[in-house]
């Protein structure tokens, strides 16, 4: 069944919205944490492991609420309706900066960053389900998928352009931290329009009927026999453990390493600042990303999504490696290879989300039952799971090598922040290219599954 653009567009804004915090986690939560709220590295670590791991064991079960939601509006679409608001105003209270103690800061921050990701995981595990439902065609949920990135990457975009800029704006007359305080209330403004208006726009079409809903029981016994699901769990979690990375050592890798430069162009001279530099480099990132999604239905429809995954995940392991012999004054060649990696690992995400669709799937074909929810549930944990333990290892990396905030860094510091951003990174994605290697959903098998749904039959060979 094919689903128009406009219900396409709308459900792209659901990312639009989320991904708009998302990058905000990734790219600037350590950052403020460290240099703004006056949290140590380590400290910090330590807290990104202990609440993620808590909200990842809340996807599954938000996962298995959503599967057996039933209103007038749907199963998913509820909850991005209902949970929009109270998700801004936690996002506002995650980057707000109370005058607490070293200690009282510490709490503060967990129980914020906590109630933050348990409202994140209350809307996105819902959002990334309403694919699965929206249409039965694999090819439909590809695009799907290619029009979720593309708003992932351009809410993405809009806060690594603009969250800079803002900050200094609004912190001119105060302090900084108000300025990071003021810049994320007006973002929490505009994703909870944009969660309200994807949860208008979409509608969902395939409803299990009771036939094919089980128990919690059966449910979880399915998951656990479910090898494909296994597998991608391993490869996503790699992937985002590659891309936490990289996107929390961004902000320390200019300010600490490559700093303020001059940059010789068609006989120009430009100076350019870290703020400027850091910021045009994450905003070419998912520029960059947005390439990789637009591209990933086309070469995927040529090589298959398997192939797809497991080479763009390489590429990106490979060129990553190559920033840790650059020096600093490389400008251009540091710029080059983020558009490169940026590609490649565009590539990658959407086809995450597409395979995750073709694993309910299989999980119906091989059992009778459909468990759209809980399956999808998944990707969200394995994201979770994925910038838990990237996000994790950023702060213990920085702390292991001596790092100490808004001081002059020494050679073990810089050397720390360089290996984070390059070579471990890098390693993230290289596992992730050997577990995809394990997964057996092809393009031809997916069809037959796709085919024994419609007819109500099952093959007798897997």
Request: proline share 2%.
């Amino acid at each position: 069944m094919k689903v128009g653009l406009k219900e396409k567009m709308a459900y792209g804004l659901g990312d639009f919205a989320s991904s708009m915090f998302w990058k905000l986690f990734s790219m600037f939560l350590l950052f403020f944490y460290t240099d703004i709220f006056g949290i140590s590295a380590a400290a910090v670590g330590t807290m990104f492991l202990v609440t993620r791991v808590w909200d990842a064991a809340n996807d599954p079960l938000m996962g298995i609420i959503s599967d057996r939601t039933t209103t007038r509006w749907g199963k998913f679409r509820p909850f991005l309706l209902f949970g929009a608001i109270p998700f801004g105003i936690v996002g506002v209270l995650t980057f707000s900066t109370p005058d607490l103690d070293s200690t009282g800061k510490l709490i503060y921050a967990y129980v914020t960053y906590t109630l933050m990701m348990m409202a994140y995981t209350a809307v996105n595990v819902p959002y990334g389900s309403l694919l699965a439902v929206m249409s039965s065609k694999s090819t439909e949920r590809t695009s799907l998928a290619s029009w979720r990135f593309i708003g992932a990457y351009s809410g993405g975009m809009l806060v690594t352009s603009t969250a800079t800029v803002l900050v200094a704006y609004f912190s001119e007359g105060t302090s900084e931290a108000k300025g990071y305080q003021t810049t994320i209330a007006i973002y929490a403004i505009v994703a909870a329009v944009l969660f309200i208006l994807t949860a208008l726009g979409t509608k969902e079409r395939l409803i299990p009927t009771k036939e094919q809903q089980g128990s919690l029981k059966d449910d979880l016994k399915d998951l656990g026999k479910n090898k494909p699901w296994f597998i991608m769990l391993a490869a996503n979690i790699c992937i985002l453990i590659f891309m936490s990375l990289r996107d929390g050592s961004i902000m320390f890798y200019f300010k600490y390493v490559v700093k303020d430069q001059s940059l010789d162009l068609l006989g120009t001279t430009y100076e350019l600042t870290t703020a400027v530099l850091s910021s045009a480099y994450m905003s070419i990132w998912l520029g960059s990303n947005i390439i990789g999604v637009v591209l990933a239905k086309p070469i995927s429809a040529l090589l298959g999504k398997k192939k797809t995954f497991g080479w763009a995940a390489l590429i990106s392991a490979g060129l990553s490696v190559l920033f840790f012999f650059l020096s600093p004054s490389q400008i251009l060649i540091i710029f080059l290879l983020n558009v490169l990696i940026g590609i490649s690992a565009g590539l990658v995400m959407p086809l995450g989300w597409s395979m995750y669709a073709d694993i309910a799937d299989y999980s119906e074909w091989k059992t009778g039952r459909r468990a759209t929810g809980l399956v999808f549930s998944s990707s969200s944990m394995s994201q979770k799971f994925g910038w838990t333990l990237g996000g994790a290892l950023s702060g213990w990396i920085l702390a292991a090598y001596g790092f100490e905030a808004n001081t002059d860094q020494t050679e073990l510091s810089l050397l720390g922040i360089k290996l984070m951003f390059s070579v471990y990174a890098g390693i993230g994605a290289l596992v992730s290219y050997l577990a995809i290697q394990f997964y057996k959903l092809d393009e031809g098998f997916m069809r037959q599954v796709e085919q024994d749904l419609k007819d109500g039959t099952k093959t007798a060979v897997e």
